[in-house]
């Protein structure tokens, strides 16, 4: 994974940074107004003629940023002093979080979302990854199973407790020595579920890894699954709420965020599978009415949002379907409604059911 990137050595990207603000401060020099160009990305579109031109990794076009708009002056001011900082990370060998660079400057960056914008600005221009200008994720995942790797010299060995939960490596470039004898990797929605599984003993029973991003998973633990799933070749399968999030969740996984398409192509998991929960499972597994929720404006609104999205066509229709199929019924479930049949029915029914009963997955 780490290896498809060229020229994202720190001493190369701290060149690229000081040749470009050394184009700036030269045309500052001569009277001319700065004019960057920066490429632009996206995963997805909602063009329903069949005419889509999305590709990972390919620019969509040019956004054109010039001194003589207003809104453009702040912009550039941002993002030369996030590139200032991201240098010193870069010279000094160390590394921060996204929130500690807007501390840096709060009444400049007046709000986070100015420098999480900033930052994807300067991974385009630089051609780089996030984590290769020193920006942290403070990281939310966990882990079980069996499996071990080595992180930053250290011996992680779940094995020895497959049921215990371990947090996902923040820098995940310096994992290394992974091993494994599990059959598959379950990526699970969230924490709760997560929890259920590990008191069910579910990797003891089952030769597995399990992975939760806890809700929208951040880039350590899609870069982690990504680096699991090329090291190792294991099938990969996810389980979220039958609901417009857990299903918009299941995507990030799969297809990216359209905030970070440019590194969609190191992010996503393409292999993996959607195991559940599906609007039939209500039926399917008797689940009685008083569990079902009725979607509400909110939710019908995501769904729709979300129903053109030209990769469910092009690449999972079936998924399409099963979107429609929710709005068509109007009720959301959790995961956690299986337990009305017995708080083990989980990972004693359902999960053996989907995966080694060659039940519907999609």
């Keep these: 994974m780490e290896g498809k990137r060229s020229n994202t050595q720190p001493l190369t990207l701290i060149r690229k940074i000081k040749g470009f603000t050394r184009s700036i401060v030269e045309d500052?020099?001569?009277?001319?107004?700065?004019?960057?160009?920066?490429?632009?990305?996206?995963?997805?579109?909602?063009?329903?003629?069949?005419?889509?031109?999305?590709?990972y990794g390919l620019s969509?076009?040019?956004?054109?940023?010039?001194?003589?708009?207003?809104?453009?002056a702040h912009r550039l001011d941002v993002l030369l002093r996030v590139l200032l900082i991201v240098q010193q990370l870069l010279q000094e060998n160390r590394h921060g979080s996204k929130r500690d660079i807007y501390y840096t400057h709060p009444t400049v960056f007046k709000e986070q979302s100015v420098v999480d914008r900033a930052i994807n600005d300067v991974c385009i221009l630089l051609q780089c990854s996030r984590h290769n200008l020193n920006v942290v994720s403070v990281g939310n995942g966990l882990v079980m199973g069996w499996?071990?790797?080595?992180?930053?010299?250290?011996?992680?060995d779940c094995i020895?407790?497959?049921?215990?939960?371990?947090?996902?490596?923040?820098?995940?470039?310096e994992v290394d020595d992974i091993i494994s004898v599990a059959q598959y990797v379950l990526v699970v929605e969230k924490e709760s579920v997560f929890q259920?599984?590990?008191?069910?003993?579910f990797c003891k029973r089952n030769r597995c890894i399990v992975i939760t991003g806890r809700g929208y998973p951040d880039v350590p633990t899609r870069r982690f699954l990504r680096l699991l799933i090329?090291?190792?070749?294991?099938?990969?399968?996810?389980?979220?709420?039958?609901?417009?999030?857990?299903?918009?969740?299941?995507?990030?996984?799969?297809f990216g965020s359209l905030q970070m398409a440019y590194d969609a192509t190191f992010l996503r998991v393409s292999e993996i599978q959607w195991l559940g929960v599906f609007v039939q499972d209500c039926d399917n597994y008797s689940i009685p009415q008083q569990?079902?929720?009725?979607?509400?404006?909110?939710?019908?609104?995501?769904?729709?949002?979300?129903?053109?999205?030209?990769?469910?066509?092009?690449?999972?229709?079936?998924?399409?379907?099963?979107?429609?199929?929710?709005?068509?019924?109007?009720?959301?479930?959790?995961?956690?409604?299986?337990?009305?049949?017995?708080?083990?029915?989980?990972?004693?029914?359902?999960?053996?059911?989907?995966?080694?009963?060659?039940?519907?997955?999609?």
């Design 160 to 173: 020895c407790n497959p049921n215990t939960a371990y947090p996902i490596p923040v820098l995940v470039e």
């Design 230 to 254: 090329d090291k190792l070749h294991l099938p990969v399968y996810g389980l979220v709420d039958c609901d417009p999030y857990g299903f918009d969740i299941l995507t990030t996984y799969k």
């Design 147 to 156: 499996l071990r790797y080595v992180e930053s010299g250290r011996k992680i």
């Design 28 to 55: 500052l020099a001569r009277g001319r107004a700065p004019l960057i160009y920066i490429d632009r990305f996206r995963n997805y579109c909602t063009d329903t003629s069949g005419n889509c031109s999305c590709s």
């Design 60 to 72: 969509t076009g040019k956004e054109a940023i010039s001194l003589k708009r207003e809104c453009h």
């Design 196 to 201: 259920r599984l590990a008191n069910d003993q």
């Design 291 to 362: 569990c079902l929720m009725p979607l509400t404006t909110e939710d019908k609104r995501k769904v729709e949002a979300m129903l053109p999205r030209c990769y469910l066509q092009r690449e999972v229709p079936q998924w399409r379907f099963e979107l429609e199929l929710l709005l068509h019924k109007g009720v959301k479930f959790e995961i956690e409604a299986l337990s009305v049949h017995s708080l083990t029915f989980l990972s004693h029914e359902y999960l053996p059911s989907k995966i080694h009963n060659g039940g519907a997955v999609f």
